[in-house]
């Protein structure tokens, strides 16, 4: 069976950084089927890397690789590593990026990428993407097993968030982790947490950068164009969006870390 | 025989939409193979995405399963749609982006996309890409016929032109549909229709946004750097170019709707 | 053994350009394996191209069809060509794209692609890369060999650097050469230029558009956030950087052609 190899990195595609890392890929395992996710996390924004890995993690099929390099601390001491949970491999900088696997609470197990064989007969100081996580996915693709790359690793960097959640029986005080394309604000709140705060999601109240919002919506376009709207996105998270509109754009630049509030009304 | 699934979407690529979407078909349909045409579409903008299409259409092989999400109209009634034409298959919602399929006249049929069991079992009411067409893309890629999907749609969504084009024995007044990457201005005037106005193709004048350009061209180099000039483009369309620079940028932001006249002289 | 196909353009991808490509190569030869590398090189900039092609071409295994399309002169009366050598087949315009190629002194081999029989049967004059080099690909994939095109082509167009580079006892005059996504500033200086000029690289400094900086780092985190420094980059070339930031934002554009100095100290 051809093994799937999905790519996020921050190298975008105005250079070869990401050609390289498929040339190196397809040279050790030549049947890997490579998929590009994103080469446009903004540089060594491990947050955006982590939230693009979450939203599409649950979608692939057992035995996956997903090779994650958004890694500012290259050639510094951080360790490469491989982490397997729940049918999937990742393979990337121990920096944090794998978040949404440690922190769902399944088991995962890690291990340092140390084993020399498994990597370009020259690493550079620079790219680690292609002399080290590039063969190392590849030789996973092979079916190597991960645990032949190097000693287990027990304490993988964590992630931590801007502020803490903060969850009553009247409301929820969370914040905008990530704006995507289209301008949409995607916050911590999830749909099991509102599901508990109220019946009916027509009885909540979301509140960001001075403005409310009446009542949780179904879907984009049940708000007038340009009009701002709260609904649960499609990674089952509270989302403030614009219909046909970037709710980034209409909030403003700080929007992108700002505290949101949802209260029952 | 491993099928082909082309991607033409509005969901840029910082995000793991795409991606998502590319998991879905992975996973029911693992030896499909995956191109991706665009995701650069502006948000929303169905005659982009209907250009983009039309534009690659002919070049693929009968069988191509060709997955069009621009759907700014997701989650309300519009309904979710599989065509079948001269051997392609597109699948996406009914709301006109089809309309080169549907326009060249030749025989096309259409269904609703309304069996469960071919979609994701939990349908988001924000993502359709992924739980609605990608599902359907890939069965159809395993061989699942497109009348299991639903009952047959006698009346998709036709898409309208801003203006119409007037064809007269003097001359054709027609519109720019498209500026490309290179900021070319791509006309809804034919080859053909040329064709039939004059012998000649030196004895023609283009105009536009008060310039006028003589003759049509035969290609870029042929106008001096930074200097307008009409040709055919490569999708038999009258197309106003810059050579090595943009056309758009030179005649202004209101050449993307104008009105183009070309007449004998 | 299924054939890779790179794809290097400046085509972006809000059109169907570079997706009528991958149609018609996969029309002619379904088995190849397409990998996009980049379609964001600026408009017509060979320079930026042959960059892209150097940093990749190493890392494909032998065989690869590495199709590079900046075609300015498209429709005139430049060569479309096959270049083989070592192990890789190139096939674009003949506008010095590949010096790379041609630079390293290895052996290589050029054909004119003249052959209809090898097009699509209506060529524009506008889209060589649709009607020309993407079914030269394609054959090429199916196991035609390069000479079944045309004649051999003895003088390529070579592509002359902006400056020459002076290398010295005491130091080296170059240039910078391109600039990546991540703004690092690479340089036409190797690693064993410097080599030879001092056995440690702590006792150098490089200078650049008026500024100096102190010793070459082994990798980026090595300076503190934002500030400059000197480094080997990954493609083995003398790179200036900013660490977590923009070098080439740091120093303005006129960096982008500036000359580097790298003396002892």
Known sequence: MDRVITLITDFGTTDGYVGAI???????APQARLV??????DHGRLRQASFVLESIL????????????????????RRPIVVASGGALLVGPDNGAFEPVYGRGDDF????IAEKKYQLAEVSRSFHGRDIFAPAAAYLALGIEPQMFGPPVEDPVRQTGARKKIISHDGIVGSVIHADHFGNLITDI??????????????????LCGKTIQGVSEYYAQAKKGKLLALIGSTGRL?????????????GGSALDAEVTITKV
Request: aromatic content about 4%; glycine content about 8%.
């Open 22 to 28: 498929k040339g190196v890929i397809l040279g050790i």
């Open 36 to 41: 590009d996710v994103s080469h446009a996390i």
């Open 58 to 77: 649950p979608f692939y099929p057992a035995g996956t690789i997903h090779l994650v390099v958004v890694d500012p601390g290259v050639g510094s001491s």
């Open 109 to 112: 197990r890690c291990w340092e």
């Open 190 to 207: 999830t749909a099991q947490e509102i599901g508990m705060l109220a019946a009916s999601r027509r009885k909540l109240a979301v509140s």
């Open 239 to 251: 989302e403030v969006a614009a219909n046909l509109d970037s709710a980034l754009e209409t909030l």
